[in-house]
């Protein structure tokens, strides 16, 4: 699992931000979002509609931590997907395991089926650019650890550092 307060590179965002935007065209969705775990906004396409994105996104994140309350009581896992369906808007809201949550907001232009259709790709092109951040992660907190015998700095206690100022 990735590290919940990992750094996104740009190179990352840019795939992220792609894949939404592929998505975003594929299901002619008034907007798409991404948002991490915490209800903070990773990237987004499409016209927000006057949505005050800021609560949207705690909002989704709570709905999604409730839903997933939920699913436990119940014997469940979790609910990867929820679909609201309004009367001129509706939302399908999906999971990306622990990592992010996926929001697509579409009206009569769009169809539930197309949706849920192109979210499922959607999703695995995402997790792959999570996976390859994790990797990422991997490598460079093991070249970190140990480099020439030297210790990392989480290494390193206060005695250390005194020592070194004091020889």
């Known amino acids: 699992m990735m590290n919940t307060q990992s750094v996104l590179r740009e190179q990352d965002y840019q795939r992220l931000t792609e894949a939404v935007s592929r998505l975003h065209r594929e299901t ?3 907007v798409v979002f991404l948002f991490d775990r915490n209800g903070q906004q990773i990237t987004m396409q499409g016209a927000t ?15 999604v931590a409730a839903t997933e309350g939920l699913a436990k009581l119940v014997g469940e896992n979790a609910f990867p997907a929820q679909y609201h369906e309004g009367v001129q808007n509706s939302i399908y809201i999906a999971t990306l395991e ?4 996926l ?16 979210v499922k790709r959607a999703i695995l092109e995402l997790n792959k650019v999570y996976e390859d951040i994790a990797q990422k992660e991997l490598l460079s907190s093991s070249q ?4 020439e015998g ?7 206690s ?6 070194f100022f004091t020889s």
């Open 28 to 30: 002619s969705a008034k």
């Open 49 to 63: 509609l006057g949505i005050d994105v800021t609560s949207f996104a705690s909002l989704t994140a709570g709905n």
């Open 98 to 101: 622990k990592k992010a949550i």
């Open 103 to 118: 929001v697509v907001v579409f009206n009569e232009y769009s169809s539930v089926g197309l949706v849920r259709l192109r």
């Open 144 to 147: 970190d650890e140990n480099v």
């Open 150 to 156: 030297f210790p990392s700095f989480g290494d390193i």
């Open 158 to 163: 206060e005695e250390d550092i005194e020592n």
